[in-house]
């Protein structure tokens, strides 16, 4: 009996050895990089799971069989059985679920798409890769409604920019590196996008419409955030070169490591310049530098740091006379035009994650920057009965500041209604300098062509220190009343104080002032998802810009001169997805404004800022793609927009309920796209991209006088270009092409009316031009 009880004993151990077992694995991605957060759940109980851990590794216990399911967002949910022995289990991103989509700027929190009651977009890591883009256009101008504007022929990355607006200079966009603004309030510049090292992006999210409500003023037309790269989980990097016949010359560095278990670093940099470009005067140069550290303190708190500097300059060639464009002539009447840019900024991080309902991030930014030019628009040649004098006037500027900024957020998780709330509080203390000063210019007779130039000394047009203060209180709460529906309110308040301190006190601008702005920014918005793959949202936000130190007492009239803008934007929209098929997304939108800033040009062809009653932009944005196989897709993207003047009245003329200058009706980008890999090993793609931007206004309506008693309006027949790319992948080593421009079609970037030519002026697109780029990795 004895026996027989021991024997019993020891089939039950060992039945029970065989019916529960513990396995262990780790969940990497396609490029073999560990996935922390990884869900491994059995297939017969899905009471029973684990988490993968920060370096993807995993361990469960499981009765036989030993059948799990593993997920991951943004990758392909995978089935599967685990053996007794080490198990590596790689997933596969999946391209179209919107569902998994991880975004960052709706609130500075990761979260699904599905779950942001707005329209946005995220340009990942593998589509960066793909463009093989040397311009941030070439990837931006991929989002349905986006338009940044650049000759890759002479603007050397200077730009405006169009979303749910005419194409613009105005601060109606903002800019952020990992969701904290790249230039303070008030200190907007439309060419900040040159302050940005593009090596370092891991991926891009665009919010479109007002985000004041998350980040405050400028949050108008659309918000940018660029992601920057983690370090890699080993030793890896790249070097790289490019180069076209644009003249511009490219060397990209990268290298990153993982060097002890808590803390790794990422270092991305690179230096472009053009020389003897097609268009005269657009020589360039640029050094770019990204470091970063991730710095794990403990299972709970993570530091990361942020270093960038960018040292910029660049020639100022000018726009090109309706003639000269059209003629093919594209000599510069400028020979000392040019802007330079330092730009540093630090940025810390600490996250801490007190338990699984409670995470705090703390915030410090420091930012010291420095633009200094003599800008082409400021030039003017005088004449006499038509004929040139010789002589010429212009303006040399220096724009300064610092910037010393916190930021305070805090996310509470509930245990009902998957409910969340996100509140904090931030402050920007940004010291500026502005001194800007008259030119004369000379003019050589024979050539027209504005040979040398004499500063003023002491005749200012501005001179002035400014302290800029913004500080804000905001807080974001989320439900989900029944399982589809989400409901996200969002409200911030913003107080801002300029105290302007004026250098030249009764020779220009305006006496020293104190002035004070505030606004409460609303925001509400429903998400309802009929299933993982469709949904539909709608939201009300608002909007707000105050007037730019700089254009606010440039004004004689001061505050009474120039006030703040607000806007009202309404929304809905929609996402449709069928896995590894089709994805689609479309918005409506309509979007008020009150006292949009405009700029115009006076009869003495000067610049200057003024108000208008009313504005209305209202349209539709859509972007669909369809994968005919797994190797070929179809890409739109594309938007139809009206962008309308509701009450605006200049010099005793009526321009209401008129169409606004510079507002193309249809923007659109389309793709054909071939890319097959065979084994990791060699890859290979080709791509055709057409661009399109439709006709536009390029003056006010009826603005012409034909002196004859009719009136006419300029215009510009906007453009249609086709381009090529194609890359191959083989082992380390990359080869890139880009053949731009394919027909060799002659075309404007951007196009203005000049009311004292009385004609357009026009920044020339490129001509037809190879780019060939190779890149190694290790």
């Known amino acids: 009996m004895k026996k027989i009880i021991i024997l019993v004993i020891a089939l039950c151990i060992d039945t029970y050895s065989y019916a529960q077992g513990s396995y262990e694995g780790k969940i990497i991605d396609e490029s073999n990089n560990p996935l922390s957060g990884a869900t491994i759940v059995s297939s017969w109980d899905s009471t029973n799971g684990v988490m993968s851990n920060k370096d993807g590794f995993f361990t469960i216990s499981l009765k036989n069989p030993a059948e799990v399911t593993i997920s991951f967002l943004g990758y392909i949910t995978k089935k599967l059985s685990l053996t007794t022995t080490f198990n590596t289990i790689r997933l596969a991103t999946d391209n179209v679920d919107l569902e998994e989509v991880i975004v960052t700027s709706a609130n500075r929190e990761m979260q699904k798409r599905s779950e942001v009651p707005g329209s946005v977009a995220s340009i990942s890591a593998k589509t960066i890769q793909e463009t093989k883009a040397f311009g941030i256009d070439q990837l931006v101008n991929q989002v349905p409604g986006v338009f940044m504007s650049t000759s890759r022929a002479a603007s050397n990355e200077q730009h405006f920019m169009a979303v749910r607006s005419p194409i613009s200079t105005k601060a109606l966009f903002l800019y952020l590196e990992d969701g904290l603004q790249i230039r303070p309030t008030s200190v907007f510049n439309h060419n900040a996008l040159l302050e940005m090292n593009n090596t370092s992006f891991a991926r891009i999210e665009v919010l479109k419409g007002p985000a004041s409500s998350i980040y ?101 060639t000018g726009s090109l006379s309706d003639r000269d464009f059209n003629s093919g002539n594209y000599k510069s009447e400028q020979t000392f035009t040019q802007r330079e840019a330092v730009n540093f900024r ?40 038509g004929q040139l004098t010789g002589f010429g006037s212009g303006e040399i500027n220096s724009n300064r500041f610092k910037s010393f900024v916190g930021l305070l957020q805090h996310k509470l998780d509930f245990n009902f209604a998957k409910s969340s709330l996100i509140f904090g509080a931030t402050a920007d203390y940004s010291p500026q300098d502005y001194v800007a000063e008259t030119i004369d210019v000379f003019v050589d007779l024979k050539t027209g062509r504005n040979q040398n130039f004499r500063i003023n000394n002491g005749d200012f047009i501005l001179n002035y220190k400014a302290d800029i203060f913004n500080y804000a209180g905001f807080f974001q709460y989320e439900i989900s009343p029944i399982e589809p529906l989400k409901i996200t309110a969002a409200l911030r308040y913003d107080g801002f104080e300029y105290n302007y301190d004026n250098q030249s006190d009764g020779i220009t601008g305006v006496g020293d002032s104190l002035d004070n702005f505030n606004n409460l920014a609303p925001k509400l918005g429903f998400n309802y998802n009929f299933n993982s793959k469709t949904g539909i949202y709608t939201n009300y936000s608002q909007g707000f810009t105050p007037p730019q130190v700089s254009t606010l007492y440039q004004n004689k009239n001061g505050l009474q001169g120039i006030k703040p803008s607000r806007y009202h934007n309404y929304e809905i929209g929609g996402y449709f997805t069928i896995p590894s098929k089709l994805k689609a997304d479309a918005a409506v939108y309509f979007l008020e404004g009150q006292n949009t800033l405009i700029t115009m040009r006076d009869n003495d062809d000067n610049f200057f800022s003024t108000n208008a009653g009313k504005t209305r932009s209202y349209g539709i944005e859509y972007g669909i793609t369809w994968y005919i196989i797994k190797e070929i897709s179809i890409t ?67 603005q012409i006088d034909n002196t004859d008693g009719t009136f006419d309006t300029a215009t510009y027949g906007g453009y249609s270009v086709f381009n090529l790319r194609s890359a191959i992948a083989l082992k380390g080593f990359e080869i890139w092409g880009h053949l731009l421009n394919i027909f060799d079609t002659l075309y404007a970037t951007n196009a203005s009316f000049n009311s004292f030519r009385g004609e357009n002026s026009f920044t020339i697109g490129n001509p037809r031009a190879f780019h060939l780029g190779v890149k190694y990795n290790f």
């Open 216 to 316: 405050g003023s400028e949050a108008i037309g659309g918000s940018f955030n660029f992601i920057t790269k983690n370090p890699y989980k080993k030793l890896g990097g790249s070097i790289g070169f490019q180069v076209n016949d644009l003249g511009l010359q490219r060397y990209d560095f990268e290298v990153s490591d993982q060097t002890s278990k808590n803390f790794g670093f990422y270092l991305g940099s690179h230096y472009a310049e053009r020389s003897n470009g097609p268009i005269e005067h657009s020589d360039y140069e640029k050094m770019a530098i990204t470091f970063k550290t991730v710095y794990d303190l403990d299972p709970s708190t993570k530091w990361t740091t942020v270093l960038d500097l960018i040292d910029y300059r660049s020639d100022m």
């Open 346 to 385: 630090i940025r810390t991080t600490l996250d801490t994650y007190w338990d699984d309902q409670n995470k705090t991030s703390f915030h410090i930014l420091f930012r010291n920057n420095r633009m200094d030019q003599i800008p082409s628009y400021r030039i003017k040649q005088y004449r006499k009965q």
């Open 636 to 702: 739109h993207n594309g938007s139809y927009a009206l962008h309308r003047y509701i009450d605006f009245f200049d010099k005793g003329t009526d321009y209401s309920n008129t169409d606004r200058e510079t507002a193309p009706n249809l923007i659109g980008t389309s793709l054909i796209a071939y890319k097959k890999d065979f084994r990791n090993s060699f890859g290979f793609s080709i791509t055709a991209e057409h661009e399109l931007v439709g006709k536009y206004n390029t003056s006010f309506e009826k």
